[in-house]
């Protein structure tokens, strides 16, 4: 379906994902399956501008197809049945894969996997999160250090069939505070390589150009300005960034 009927065309609800905190329903554009967030039906929260998750989720969107790497499914801001929101195009998840996993700690796997943090369950069992060594997820923590993702669950990334992984639920990103919370905690202080500094220089160019004018539309200057400095900070460093400050380095629950 072209971009204009994605725009235009009769989105028909289908459905409501009753596990999202707000208002998250499944639709469809004629034979397209979408997901769509009225603006209308997001919760007020006490940090970040109430009315603001649908276009910070388009900014994510923006940022990932600028850094090249295919993180987020296609999404836009249109009308739909309660007013404007956010719409994404579904996508249909391999139900035996799971990027991150929280498993006994005895019964952990010996390659292929980044250990995350250990604790105990409800049981008293001692239980460890990990998550893919893969080059899809190293790609998804790099972006989310960049656009400051504070709600990076397990659940959070899309495993596909063909071992491609997409990230969704964007809408607690971009904050000009550092809030960065996320399960993709495998590869702290570890070298960036080559190509993913390369990605990071074409998003810093571009903030310069038209994609600053586009996210200039969805974000605040500061949170803009912000967006730039994390991209000069994480070119500087060379690395993937650690934990910092007194708020927690993950979010809860992890899934």
């Known amino acids: 379906m072209p ?6 065309a009769e989105l028909e609800l289908t459905g409501r994902i009753t596990t999202a905190s707000n208002a998250t329903f499944l639709g469809s ?51 739909g049945p309660f007013g404007e929101g956010m719409v994404q195009l579904w996508q249909e998840v391999a139900p035996a894969q799971h990027a991150v996993k929280l498993l006994p700690t005895e019964q952990l796997p010996t390659t292929g996997w980044k250990t995350v943090l250990h604790g105990q369950d409800n ?12 080059p899809e997820l190293r790609r998804m ?13 397990g659940d959070h990334i899309l495993a596909m069939s063909n071992g491609h992984r997409y990230g969704v639920d964007h809408g607690l990103s971009f904050h ?6 996320t399960v993709l905690w495998g590869w702290v202080d570890e070298p960036i390589t080559e190509e993913e500094s390369d990605g990071i220089d074409r ?17 605040s200057s500061e949170e ?26 993950v979010p809860w629950p992890l899934f």
């Not at 923590?141 to 669950?153: G, Q, S, V």
């Not at 000009?176 to 919370?181: G, N, S, V």
């Open 3 to 8: 971009d204009q009927e994605l725009l235009t």
């Open 29 to 79: 554009i004629g034979e397209v399956s979408v997901v769509y967030k009225p603006i209308a039906g997001e919760k007020p929260l006490w940090d970040f501008p109430h009315g603001t998750l649908a276009r910070r989720e388009v900014a994510a969107f923006l940022v990932s197809e600028t850094l090249g790497w295919n993180l987020v499914p296609h999404t836009w801001l249109r009308d």
């Open 123 to 134: 049981n008293g069992e001692h239980v460890t999160l990990l998550h893919e060594d893969s």
């Open 141 to 153: 923590a790099i972006f989310d250090a960049l656009i400051n993702n504070a709600d990076r669950k």
């Open 176 to 181: 000009h505070e550092h809030k960065l919370r």
């Open 203 to 219: 998003l810093s160019q571009a903030l310069s150009g038209e994609l600053g004018h586009e996210v200039a539309k969805l974000l």
């Open 224 to 249: 803009l300005s912000a967006l730039a400095d994390r991209c000069a900070e994480l070119r500087q460093t060379g690395q993937f960034p650690a934990p910092r400050s007194q708020m927690p380095a």
